[in-house]
């Protein structure tokens, strides 16, 4: 048949679809989808664990990015083909909801379209297969729960462990134990206590990147860093006990309505409408100064007048100061943004012990420092060049948002693959309970979800099957916090080696993995217009294009 789909009814060709449509269905779809879902997992395999290696991301203008980071290099690789989108997807939200483990969560997606391709080949219907998964992924979600500990925001060391694990394994980590203090430290200061449960916004968690130095040097300001400059040179570069005025409206004087003009036909007009304007600039000033500030931070402009006005008052300011930072500094100084100037009073400054201009490799900084119970504080994130930086910067939001999702909940499980383990473990017993087919997809499921130990030994250059044996033997013991030491190749407990995650992240992980698996293996006809546009394909060998008959 030619391009458009052809309905024979009659003896007499009935065109459907419109030209160039391709239409791909039943097994051949399903083959398509899994295959490009695999191909997507197997991308970011690599990356998992301590012992991942990095990925180099080279776009079509040339920048670089490396990271280990499995949504950013999904984010990165500008996937085409749908399904392999819909893994993209899984990456996205689990980044948005916990901020770490996305690769645990798209492998997981992978192998369970894995093992449903086995099963499909043995005749067992897509939905039988998605009954049964849908069954383990409530299962496993209940066992994880099961084998949580606590852990309260008082608890620094076990904090800690949680930044140390989600930095391990990143180019950040051989300064992981500086980073981990640090990111335990913001989150201490940005927390807040109510009705006896601990929210966390780690958005009040700022991060300046500056190159030079080296990861080291990375630094918590106990209040706010802003990338500006002061904006006249005969400003003071250093307030002491600063009172700071926030404004988000301009000081200058007002453009006329697009059809009002003013005439001005003698040079004692030009200069009494000059003198008008220096007098209304030389007002606004006046406002600041009878507040009390010494220090203005403008979202908006400032005029060289005011400027001029401001220096001689021995007021530092700055102008065109981003909205987020302009939040960042009402929690940080306990201050308040103020749109009108008439209504600037002492009441809405906000407080800070020192306003500096710094340099920092070559960029003037202003730092908003020791305030006094600062709502958000500034991670100054430095390294050796752009690209150790950006992976530090990804590494210290892995941290942070994970001590955040190990707080929401309160509870953490231990890493190393051990909660995979345990929950595989449960999950064979829970299949025994059922008779007909789901119990192979039940058993499926288990299989799949020991990826992630397997992976981890992998990643580490040791046998995988031996490792899994023994962590099962293990685990048939009782011991449910027993996980893989990729460094010595021991099974040990993890809780006692300090290697933790948050309980989030799994429960993310397998919720959203299951999910997306079930919405792919549902799917047996893929229709893609044609509409001028070539059908998503990929390059032979690349992301499991479709096949060549389909294009």
Known sequence: MSNAQLANIGGQPVIILPEGTTRNRGREAQKNNIAAAKAVADAVRTTLGPRGMDKMLVDSMGDVVITNDGATILDEMQIEHPAAKMMVEIAKTQDKEVGDGTTTAVILAGELLKKAEDLLEQEIHPTVITKGYRLAKTKAIEILNSISKNVTINDDKLMKQIANTAITGKSAEKASEELAHLAVEAIKKVAETSNGKVDVDTENIKMEKKEGASINDTKLINGILIDKEIIHSSMPKKIKNAKIALLDSALEVKELESDAKITIDSPEKMQAFLDEEEKMLKGMVEKVVKS???????????????????????????????????????????????????????????????????????????????????????????????????????????????????????????????????????????????????????????????????????????????????????HDKGNKTVGLDVFTGSVQNMLSAGVVEPLKIKLQAVKSAAEAAEMILRIDDMISSGGGERAPEMPAGGMGGMPPGMM
């Open 292 to 474: 009390g500030a010494n220090v203005l931070f403008c979202q908006k402009g400032i005029d060289d007048t005011a400027q001029h006005y401001f220096a001689k008052q021995g007021i530092i300011a700055a102008r065109r100061v981003k909205k987020s930072d302009m939040e960042a500094l009402a929690r940080a100084t306990s201050g308040s943004v103020i749109s009108n100037l008439n209504d600037l009073s002492a009441n809405d400054l906000g407080f800070a012990g020192v306003v500096e201009e710094r340099k920092i490799s070559g960029d003037q900084m202003i730092f908003v420092e020791e305030c006094k119970h600062p709502k958000a504080v500034t991670i100054l994130i430095r390294g050796g060049t752009e690209h150790v930086v950006d992976e530090v910067e990804r590494a210290m939001e892995d941290a942070i948002k994970g001590i955040g999702a190990a707080l929401e909940l309160g509870k953490i499980v231990a890493g190393g693959g051990s909660p995979e383990i345990e929950v595989a473990k449960e999950i064979r017993k829970y299949a025994e309970s059922f008779k007909g087919r789901e119990q192979l997809a039940v058993n499926a499921f288990a299989d799949a979800i020991e990826i992630v130990p397997r992976s981890l030994a992998e990643n580490a250059g040791m046998d995988p099957i031996d490792k899994l044996a023994n962590l099962r033997a293990e």
